[in-house]
C-alpha cells in the first residue's frame, strides 16, 4: 500500500498582504515557521514518512525543510508541484489586480489563461503529469510505503482530482488551509482518502 500525506505550507507573506501569490515567491511568516515546526513534530509522530516531495516555492521549500529535519531526511524538489501560474497577477495586491485585470463576464474558459499564466486545462495536465511520474516511480503491489509531498492550495485540489479521476469540468473543491494534511491511499486498483485538511496540530495544548 503507497500511503500520501498531502501538506500544504504554512502562512506566507502574501497570505497577511492580500496578494495574488501564485507564481509569486513569498516565505513563510513568523507565524508560518510555528506552523511549519508544528506540523513537523505531529508528522514524526504519527505518521512520519520515507520521501518528502515538494514544491519549490519557499512557502512550500520552508515548510518542506521543517518536516524533513525532525525526520532526519532530505527533500526531493519537483516544480510540477508549484502553484498554479497566474501571469501578470503574481504577487499584485488583490484590490489592485482587480482593477488592473478584472475577470471577464462569466469567469475564463477552462482553455483560456491570463496573460503570462497557464490555463486549467494546462494546470490539470501538470498535475496528471506529477501522477504518472509519482506512482510509476513509488507504487510496488504488496510493498508498503509512505510519502509526504509538500505543496500548494490550488495544486492540492488539482491533485485530489487527479487521484480520483476527476474530470476537468467536475466543479468538487476540498479545504487546504494553512499546514492542513490530508491522508490518500493506493491499494491495487482502490484509492482512498482517509481524511482531509486536518489542522489540530495547530491548537495550543
Known amino acids: 500500500m503507497l500511503e500520501i500525506l498531502i501538506v500544504r505550507h504554512g502562512q506566507s507573506i502574501a497570505d497577511i498582504e492580500e496578494r495574488h501569490e501564485g507564481r509569486a515567491d513569498f516565505p513563510?511568516?513568523?507565524?508560518?515557521?510555528?506552523?511549519?515546526?508544528k506540523v513537523a513534530s505531529w508528522i514524526a509522530e504519527k505518521y512520519p514518512p520515507e520521501i518528502i516531495l515538494s514544491s519549490t516555492l519557499k512557502r512550500?521549500?520552508?515548510?518542506?525543510?521543517?518536516?524533513a529535519k525532525k525526520i532526519g531526511i532530505n527533500v526531493l524538489y519537483d516544480e510540477d508541484l508549484?502553484?498554479?501560474?497566474?501571469?501578470v497577477l503574481a504577487g499584485l495586491l488583490r484590490k489592485e489586480?482587480?482593477?488592473k485585470y478584472p475577470m471577464p463576464k462569466g469567469g475564463r474558459k477552462d482553455h483560456e489563461a491570463i496573460e503570462?499564466?497557464?490555463?486549467?486545462?494546462?494546470?490539470?495536465?501538470?498535475?496528471?503529469?506529477f501522477w504518472s511520474k509519482f506512482?510509476?516511480?513509488y507504487y510496488e503491489e504488496g510493498i508498503n510505503k509512505r510519502i509526504c509531498i509538500v505543496s500548494h492550495g490550488g495544486m492540492?485540489?488539482?491533485l485530489f482530482r487527479?487521484?480520483?479521476n476527476l474530470p476537468i469540468s467536475a466543479d468538487v473543491w476540498i479545504g487546504a488551509g494553512d499546514t492542513g494534511v490530508s491522508i490518500w491511499r493506493v491499494k491495487e486498483d482502490a484509492r482512498a482518502v482517509v481524511f482531509s485538511n486536518y489542522q489540530e496540530h495547530l491548537i495550543s495544548k
Open 28 to 37: 513563510l511568516t513568523e507565524l508560518g515557521r510555528e506552523q511549519a515546526a
Open 60 to 67: 512550500a521549500s520552508e515548510t518542506a525543510e521543517a518536516i
Open 82 to 87: 508549484m502553484e498554479m501560474n497566474n501571469g
Open 97 to 99: 489586480a482587480a482593477e
Open 116 to 129: 503570462g499564466g497557464e490555463s486549467m486545462i494546462e494546470f490539470r495536465a501538470r498535475a496528471e503529469k
Open 135 to 137: 506512482i510509476n516511480r
Open 156 to 158: 492540492i485540489n488539482m
Open 162 to 164: 487527479s487521484f480520483l
